[in-house]
């Protein structure tokens, strides 16, 4: 069974410099019925206007990531790190026992286009870390690419939890299939276009999700892009 979470029941909020929707409760969103699936807490929208941005705040005992659709994101953090993030790039902060960090729009003329999204980690208090994903040239032509894990195949960028995550590029008309093994949890979150999951239609900002064992069959009616998370 497919349950389909439509772009617009979202929660929204538009700051003028940001302008959020999510998928789950967040800051002064509160939907009883969705604050999170499985151990996937957070997934927003987020489009920021040029130069604006997140001021250096503290987070803790969250895996938390970030996928640029378009423009730029700027971060930096207590650990050390510092880098711009471009298109179909990921970067993948452990909280942990806890880190500050600030995430802004770099350009003065582009806005940024982005999904952040938090998951639970294994356990508490663990040590903070950070880590990328970026896309390779033989990627461009992977409809459906390993982009983060528990044990980092594949090149993937690792995470503290049982999840494997995939960033899905599909042309208009092209077919791709997920396994989803028993007890496991899948939420596709689609970013662009038009697709069919298991013949649910989605547009861009919609989410579909599902528990139940079995073979997802997913066709673009558009070119579509999106993310792709198998929990357990």
């Known amino acids: 069974m497919i349950t389909v979470r439509k772009s617009n ?3 929204h909020a538009n700051h003028g410099w940001l302008d959020s929707k999510f998928s789950f409760s967040f800051a002064e969103y509160e939907d009883p019925k969705h604050v999170h699936f499985r151990s996937l807490r957070v997934i927003n929208e ?3 206007a040029p130069g604006g941005g997140f001021p250096t705040h ?3 005992d969250m895996e938390i990531f970030s996928y640029v659709l378009e423009g730029a994101l700027q971060h930096a953090d207590s650990m050390g790190n510092g880098r711009v993030l471009k298109p179909g790039q ?3 902060m452990s909280a942990g026992q806890g880190v500050r960090h600030s995430e802004y729009n770099p350009s003065q003329s582009e806005p940024t286009h982005m999904l952040q999204m938090w998951i639970f980690p294994e356990r508490r208090g663990l040590t903070p870390s950070y880590t990328e994903w970026h896309p390779k040239p033989e990627h461009d032509t992977q409809a459906k690419v390993l982009v983060i894990s528990e044990d980092g195949r594949e090149d993937s960028a690792v995470i503290r939890q049982d999840a494997s995550i ?3 590029k599909i042309k208009a008309g092209e077919e791709i299939t997920h396994d989803l093994a028993a007890g496991r949890g ?3 979150q689609l970013a662009k276009g038009s697709l069919s999951v298991n ?3 989605l547009v861009a900002g919609d989410g579909a999700s599902s528990e139940t064992a079995g073979t997802l069959t997913i066709k673009a ?3 579509a892009e999106g993310i792709l998370f198998d929990l357990g």
Do not use: E, M
Request: hydrophobic share 30%; charged share 35%.
């Open 9 to 11: 029941d979202r929660g």
């Open 46 to 48: 987020d489009r920021i």
């Open 58 to 60: 503290p987070h803790r």
């Open 90 to 92: 990921i970067q993948l």
């Open 166 to 168: 995939y960033r899905l």
């Open 186 to 188: 899948v939420w596709l």
């Open 199 to 201: 013949g649910n239609s």
């Open 221 to 223: 009616d558009q070119d």
